[in-house]
């Protein structure tokens, strides 16, 4: 599921931004409800098969429908427009297809600057397997449970540049890895530079780098990311897209006791998204949809997975 949220922000990349200079009210936000179908085959996904079959291939696929509400609410501060408070899912993530419930604070500069400082209690939180590399008997779901705290400098002095910081750390509840190497519990470091960049006064493109650093208890879970990522965005008339691909590059520390090999994945990701303004004739209605796929491969064939969403969805913005 949390995937697929990645997938829905993602479908909102580049399609609309606030205003708030004309807003009668302080208040304003969106509503948006999406469904579609979601496939994967990582032995990691929860959403997998409970019976591990082979530990040395790629999982079976799946294939689940699925509904999911997104949305968020901004309260404009004082006079001046250019202090708010808001909450829920930031656009400023929807980029580069990230996603988490935030609660935070934007200061506008003069210069063109804009800070940004969140909290997300829900960024890592989910559902893992207790023990993924369980051969006999069902695997067991358990919780992992988090929290991450964000600073952003967006089109710093006007120059479209921007840099985003985090850092979050995570526990698993019911850890049942016997091996410490493999423990997932974890401290996450974050920072990421962007530039936009108009190609014309309706399309333009949105490129990034980032690294991250993740420290768990386990050496063979702690890895470092490189990452890049372009995204191209459009609109002509009511009609909006948005084509985003990626590439990530992970290097974990530790030897992998069960593969008895470090673990070395390459990460790609690909989707294309649609919105239709004011569907229908609707105003403030809009008409979302999105084909997109992510893919890992590695050194070890357990953790090779593919993962393919479409969904259709809509969205008011109030």
Known sequence: MKNYLLYTAAALTGFSTMSFANEPSRLSGEIIV????????????????????DRNSKGSHTNDAIVAPLGSLTYRLG????????????????????????????????NGTQLDVAFLPTVVSGEVWANPY????????????GHAFRVKLNNINNSGMSLDMAYATAEVDDEQIIDPELRRDHDTYFIKGSHKTMLSER??????????????????????????????????????????????????DGNNPIFNKERSDNRYKVFLAYEYADFAGWDNWSLVSLAGANFNTSNIDFYE?????????????F
Not at 134 to 145: A, L, M, S, V
Request: proline residues 0%.
């Open 34 to 53: 999406t469904s579609g179908y979601m496939s994967t085959n990582s032995n990691l996904s929860t959403d997998g098969d409970a019976r591990l079959k």
């Open 79 to 110: 006079d001046d427009n250019n202090q708010r408070v808001y909450l829920g899912t930031s656009r400023d993530d929807l980029a580069v297809g990230d996603l988490a419930f935030e609660v935070g604070y934007q200061y506008d500069f003069a």
């Open 134 to 145: 369980q051969e006999t008997g069902n695997r067991q779901k358990t919780d992992i449970e």
């Open 203 to 252: 399309s333009g493109l949105v490129s990034s780098v980032s690294y991250t650093h993740r420290d768990a208890k386990g050496k063979a879970e702690t890895f470092d990311q490189y990452k890049a990522e372009v995204t191209y965005f459009t609109s002509v008339d009511a009609h909006s897209l948005a084509l985003t691909g990626g590439y990530a590059h992970r290097d974990y």
């Open 305 to 317: 997975s593919e993962e393919y969403l479409m969904t259709v969805g809509m969205s008011y913005k």
